[in-house]
């Protein structure tokens, strides 16, 4: 599937143990996410970028989920610079741009980015079921366990069948317009989409419970963990915790 676009690769963290890259992911995004100065966040997108450099992904298709997700950060752009109270910097159209909101964006834009990329780098390089595997080594709850799981494996059946309803009323004459009749189409497609997945998930429950399901998985490739992969995560983990320390007591701006 397309969100497994960057599972197959030979690079060092294709071959990490999953629940080593979830925890440096974790660490290092949390305490990015706590940055409040710009060269803190501008390093922080730095160590990212240079995770993205290391895991050796397919270019073109990192470029578009780059730009996917920064396209939202844009309308931080149209928005903060000049609703935000500050020192002005320009005027134009009867809007004041201050210098607070641009270093707000900024710090938003440098911050987000970097928990993106890193987030990337890590994860996305591993398989859900490795993700889903993990998670559990990590000690979390057993039921958010298989609920991920579960989510990543009926995700696209549950789109097929919108897509055949949807096709379905297409055949019918259905024409999507704004008035009442559309509306209350899209309500009664939207309503047989869960009654179906309903359905679907109790006959999927009473398949495993007759096939001897006790709330694991069992997997027959998992990559085993290594004290290399150890070492690699708390470095991870380190940096993020050294920048946030490094912005706490002010040290990047006396470099």
Not at 239 to 244: D, K, M, N, S
Request: glycine share 6%; aromatic share 10%; charged share 15%.
């Amino acid at each position: 599937m397309a969100l497994e676009s960057f599972a197959e690769g030979t690079s060092p963290f294709h071959t990490m143990d999953a629940a080593a890259k979830i925890a440096a992911a974790t660490i290092f995004s949390v305490c990015t996410a706590m940055l409040t100065t710009i060269p803190a966040a501008a390093v922080a997108l730095i160590v990212g970028s240079t995770l993205l450099f290391i895991a050796q992904l397919p270019a073109r298709i990192l470029l578009r989920r780059l730009v996917f997700v920064n396209i939202f950060i844009g309308f931080l752009w149209l928005t903060l610079p000049v609703s935000t109270a500050g020192t002005p910097l320009f005027s134009w159209g009867g809007f004041t741009v201050t210098r607070e909101g641009v270093d707000i964006t900024l710090l938003i834009t440098l911050k987000s980015n970097a928990i993106i990329t890193a987030f990337i780098a890590l994860l996305a390089t591993s398989e859900v079921t490795d993700i889903g595997a993990g998670l559990a080594k990590l000690r979390v709850p057993q039921k958010l366990s298989l609920l991920f799981l579960f989510t990543w494996r009926y995700l696209h059946v549950i789109l097929e069948e919108y897509k055949r309803l949807s096709t379905a009323a297409t055949l019918r004459g259905f024409v999507p317009k704004t008035n009442s009749h559309t509306y209350k189409t899209y309500a009664n497609l939207i309503a047989m989409v869960l009654i179906k997945s309903h359905d679907r998930a109790e006959r999927v429950s009473n398949a495993m419970k007759l096939r001897g399901f006790t709330g694991t998985f069992h997997s027959l490739h998992r990559l085993p963990a290594r004290k290399a992969d150890t070492i690699v995560a708390s470095v991870i983990g380190l940096t993020g915790v050294a920048l946030l320390a490094a912005d706490y007591f002010q040290l990047m701006e006396l470099l």
